[in-house]
């Protein structure tokens, strides 16, 4: 396919990849997507454009074309699309919870792991899952878990599987048994046997089981078998966004339901990008800049004893009010705002009023 003309076809790998949805294009368009909000096929080649992660003369209506074949083919084959469309509207968003809380910067999160140890145990990895040293991929996949939180122990040999995690998490601790599946040369696990990590779940008396490969075939076949096992299945591109996401132990229970794990990690992702984090600090951002712009308003228009302060309710009307004006749909909970008003006061930038029932923000811009 040319570079420069988004086409749909079956054997289109650029769109499509060898895998659903890990082709180039499909790729980009994840990415224009990925602030949440949804888009018609001619503002996503627009963006992407714009972005410079498609070519200039992409063309939007051969895009729908192709994000259909690609929903459709998803969901006929009982996966679940990374995209999907609103047939009312021709919009395309992301198969998430729909974010139209206004933009803001999370502030960085505290890194576990840095960025150059995750770029070297993802090389690791990739090196090691394709060749004949098997046993350097086990240990790859126990130190990347370990990175994670778990207590690892690489075992290998007949009869045993080839790791086994503790999550160190008190009473809610749990062990899981690993299976690594590297290949002698081809790129895809073929034939995994997600049975074989299932028997080591028992005879070891895991919590869980997981098989763990540079990437495996997506069968019917091989989806039910890991459901009959009760096997999670991990590719290194899911090892490592979970690196990159800083997912911890209590998290990766989450993630260890049977099945493909892609999915449950995304979930993880958005959350960090669209959760609750965005969530609080939006509603604080509004508290500390629209309570501080009605403090200003009074001076000279009343006595101080007599200015009013800012409420839960109060916080919660003003917050509401802002939220409409930005076009959300889900307004912030009696808790969120609540949340909110401790974290400024917490932080100094709002004092509980003596006597009052409020507080005063103490910075602010008018």
Known sequence: MSSATVRGSDDSE???????????IIQAIVQVLSDGKARKAKVIVQDAVRAKLLPPDAKYNALSIDLRTYIFRALATGRSPLIIEDRQTHEFRLNRPVDDWPKVVLPGRPRYTSAATI????????HTAVGKDFVAFEMAVCEAFGLMGFITTHIGGLSAPDGRFDAPLGPLAYSVVVECKSTPSAPIVRNAQPEEAGKHRKVFGADFAMMVGPAFEDTQHMRDELVTHNVSLWTIDDVVAALRNDVNTLECRGLLAPGAVRDRVAAVEWQRLHGNEKRALVVRDILRREGYVAQCRLIGHIQPADAPVLTLDAAMVLVEAELQKAAVTTMATRNEVQTAIDDLVRAGEAVIVPGRDGIVITRGRP
Not at 14 to 24: C, K, L, T, V
Not at 119 to 126: K, P
């Open 14 to 24: 650029e769109f499509f990849g060898r895998q659903e949805g890990s082709g180039a």
């Open 119 to 126: 770029e070297a145990i993802e090389q690791r990895l990739r």
